[in-house]
């Protein structure tokens, strides 16, 4: 199966798997997509911790597993009415890491030499992907929160797939934008964003409900800057992979890499919609 149709399956996979999901089962504030994105969540502190032990051989002081509190605390806050919740947990881990470090450290070869790495790495365990992926559970908080999932996951793969295609048809001679990816092309990321605007618009005319939240001009703008984010959440992405000398972050999905390979343009979109749909609904 070539890329291309790697890419395709996964639109045409994802998209309608997330759709059901959304509307299908939305009861108590989306719980069956929340369970998701948790084990999604879960999978890929577990690839972030193993990609840092494989480089460094460091034994980090916070264990994976405890990140995903984060996006359950999430879905709590929403469902239990409890603000700052994830903000409250956010904190616990920090301070929980930093803090054990005091005892971890002195227990070193070199006692505290790798501390500031350890307590960078952790921090980055915690952030990346677990409270990001707080903030696409927090959705759900949203007026007609269904219709804006299926929005966000259409910009995100439209901008994908689209991306790859005129990346594929026009970006021979203008590849190596940059240099941490010199496959994608500047004609893949500014025709991917004009094909997320477009399904932008057209999610402002054909998703229901919508239309009674933003206008088309504000949903157009939003495409523009998922779309851009997108891009970035990629990058980043392979910033960590080429740091650590890897293809891809793991093996959960045959010839489409781990968790992270797959969430990667959606864990730095997913905030930019949620903050822009909240500053241009009120």
């Not at 989306?30 to 193993?50: D, M």
């Not at 650590?244 to 997913?270: E, H, M, Q």
Request: aromatic fraction near 14%.
């Amino acid at each position: 199966m070539t890329t291309f149709h790697k890419r395709l399956a996964t639109v045409f996979i994802g998209v309608p798997f997330i759709i059901l999901v959304v509307f299908g089962l939305p009861q108590y504030n989306h719980l069956a997509f929340a369970i998701v994105a948790t084990l999604f969540a879960y999978v890929g502190s577990k690839e972030i911790t193993t990609i840092i032990k494989n480089k460094t051989n460091i034994k980090l002081n916070i264990p994976f597993q405890l990140g995903i509190i984060l996006p359950i605390s999430q879905w709590l806050s929403i469902s239990l009415n409890y603000p700052n919740l994830t903000e409250i947990c956010l904190i616990f881990l920090i301070l929980y890491a930093f803090s054990k470090e005091i005892f971890q450290g002195a227990k070193d070869d070199k006692p505290f030499n790798d501390s500031l790495m350890k307590i960078a790495y952790d921090t980055l365990i915690i952030f990346y992907p677990n409270f990001l992926v707080s903030f696409i559970v927090s959705f759900s908080s949203l007026e007609n929160s269904s219709s804006f999932y299926a929005m966000f996951f259409i910009l995100v793969f439209s901008n994908d797939i689209f991306a790859y295609i005129f990346g594929i048809l026009l970006g021979k001679n203008n590849r190596g934008v940059f240099l941490v990816s010199p496959n994608k092309s500047l004609a893949g990321f500014v025709l991917g964003g004009f094909s997320a605007v477009a399904c932008g618009v057209a999610c402002y005319y054909f998703v229901p409900d919508i239309a009674q939240e933003i206008n088309v001009f504000e949903a157009a703008f939003i495409a523009l800057l998922v779309s851009i984010s997108a891009n970035i959440g990629d990058l980043i992405e392979s910033v960590i992979k080429r740091s650590a000398v890897i293809k891809d972050s793991g093996k959960l999905f045959p010839g489409r890499g781990g968790a992270l390979d797959n969430l990667d343009s959606i864990l730095i979109a997913g905030p930019v919609f949620y903050l822009l749909i909240q500053l241009l609904g009120m």
